[in-house]
Structures are given as structure tokens and as C-alpha cells.
């Protein structure tokens, strides 16, 4: 049993079959992949584990509790932290600031932006903060807006503020998604000793395949909305279904 059981999960937009009968199996402390052409059903398959979307059919389990019919904070709090493919930061903060978002809403269940006044009594919160912003690499910049960042670092913060939530499974949709290369290479650099220093499961949707198969345990191939192949990165680098998905994509 993995730690994320997917059992065949359907999603329907009107007339469109997003998502066929998918089944996954994620095992803990392991690095799982999903690949798959535009429109294959990746990012909603996300939404559907972290309670933005709601299937129509099957059942996703979280260490043996379902996730169905739970709102996304409540499913926040059961230990799974997601990156979504649009960075949600807030521009008009700083990057201390929006790494107190994260901290309260871990502490308080919610977040209220008047707490940011009261930050200067907050010691462990503040101290859990730049710890994090240590680890990551972005102390420096602690008192930078948002909105001026480099994509490379907007993401970096954003994991970052998934990461001080101490989650058990992180969900990342394309985290190195229209980066330069040396920024992708941080990232991979980033996320491999994640991988090495705790105790989290990673569930992750890129296109580029030198992330993929620099990071993954295991990868799954999703076209159409239904899983063609689930396999190890080196069987899955030879597999003619996967040539066939990718052509033109895979380099
Ligand atoms: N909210 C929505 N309403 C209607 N159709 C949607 C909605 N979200 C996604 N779709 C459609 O469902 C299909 C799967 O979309 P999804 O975003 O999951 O693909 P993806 O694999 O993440 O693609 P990409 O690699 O481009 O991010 C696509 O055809 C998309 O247009
Ligand atoms: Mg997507």
C-alpha cells in the first residue's frame, strides 16, 4: 500500500472525459512522477487530490484516510502541501511576509493578513520562517517584494512556504515550468536534497524530462486522461508507448 491510492478516479468537464479510470500508487519517501502530453489530464488529476476539484467517480486515499469530500485546507492539514503550476504568492508582500502565511495558517488553522502586525511576537513563528528561508537559499532577499522576483524564485519561495507546513506528501505541478536553465538546474538541485533530508513523498507533473528523470523513483504516463504505463525512469525511457505518447515532446 502507498502512502496515495488513487483508485479509479473520473472527471468529467461537460462533454470532455478529463480523467478515465486512473489508479496510482505512490509509495512513501518516494519521488513519483506524472508525465504526460498538453491536456492529458495532469493538473487535474492534482486538483483532485487536493480538494479544488471534486471527481466524479472513485476514491483517493491519504495514508488510509479518503481526501474525497474534504475542503483544501482540512486536506492541507492531513499533511499534503501542493505547488500549483501558477505560482500563489502574494505580490504586494514580502518574502518573510509571505512565508508567514503558511506558518499561521499551520498554528491558527487560518490566516489573517492584521496578524503581519503582530509578527514581532511571534518568535518561533518568525524563527520557523528563517529557518526555512535559510535552508532554501532566500534569506537575502527576506525583504524583497514578490512581484519584482524571477519566476526561478517565486517558485523557490513558494516551496518554501509548502515545505515550513512539514508535509508529509508535496504535490508539484511543473515546478521548473518557463524557468532558464541554470534556475531549473537549482530547482532539481533543490528538490533532490529535500528528497535526502526529510521524511516527504513527492508527487510530481513536469514536462521537461531531464527534471524527471534526474528526481524520479518511479513515473507514470498519462495520456487522454488514462494511465499508459507506470514503470521505473530507465524501463520508461525505452518504452515505445511512451515514444509514441511524446513524440515531438521528448528531448
Ligand atoms: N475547469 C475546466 N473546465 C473545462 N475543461 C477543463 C477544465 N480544466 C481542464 N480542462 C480540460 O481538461 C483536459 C485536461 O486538462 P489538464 O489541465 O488537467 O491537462 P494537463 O495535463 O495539466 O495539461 P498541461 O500539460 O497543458 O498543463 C484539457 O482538455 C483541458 O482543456
Ligand atoms: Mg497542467
Redesign the pocket.
Known amino acids: 500500500m502507498g502512502i496515495l491510492e488513487v483508485k479509479d478516479v473520473g472527471k468529467r ?2 462533454g ?1 472525459q ?2 478515465g479510470d486512473v489508479n496510482l500508487s505512490v509509495a512513501e519517501n518516494s519521488v513519483h512522477a506524472i508525465i ?12 483532485c487530490l487536493v480538494g479544488k ?1 471534486i471527481p466524479d467517480s472513485g476514491s483517493v486515499m491519504f495514508d488510509g484516510q479518503s481526501v474525497l469530500g474534504r475542503k483544501p485546507y482540512e486536506i492541507n492539514q492531513m499533511g499534503i502541501s501542493r505547488v500549483f ?1 501558477t505560482p500563489e504568492i502574494f505580490g504586494d508582500l514580502t518574502v518573510f511576509e509571505n512565508m508567514m502565511i503558511p506558518c499561521f495558517a499551520k498554528r491558527d488553522g487560518a490566516f489573517r493578513l492584521h496578524a503581519l502586525e503582530n509578527v514581532g511576537r511571534e518568535r518561533d513563528l518568525v524563527e520557523k520562517a528563517e529557518q526555512m528561508l535559510i535552508d532554501v537559499n532566500m534569506i537575502d532577499k527576506r525583504h524583497m517584494h514578490t512581484a519584482s522576483m524571477s519566476r526561478g524564485d517565486k517558485r523557490r519561495l513558494e516551496m518554501a512556504m509548502c515545505l515550513v507546513q512539514e508535509p508529509r506528501l508535496l504535490l508539484l ?2 515546478p521548473t515550468a518557463g524557468m532558464a536553465r541554470a534556475d531549473t538546474n537549482n530547482t532539481i538541485d533543490l528538490l533532490k536534497e529535500i528528497k535526502e533530508t526529510r521524511d516527504i513523498t513527492m508527487a510530481i ?1 513536469e ?1 521537461d524530462m531531464h527534471v524527471v528523470f534526474s528526481l524520479a523513483d518511479r513515473i507514470t504516463v ?1 495520456a487522454q ?1 488514462t494511465p499508459l504505463v507506470e514503470d521505473t525512469p530507465d524501463k520508461i525511457k525505452g518504452h515505445p508507448k511512451v515514444r509514441e505518447a511524446y513524440l515531438g515532446e521528448a528531448h
Open positions: 468537464f461537460g470532455l478529463a480523467l504526460g502530453p498538453n491536456g492529458a489530464g495532469k493538473s487535474t488529476l492534482l486538483n476539484l503550476q505541478d511543473e507533473i514536462h498519462l486522461g
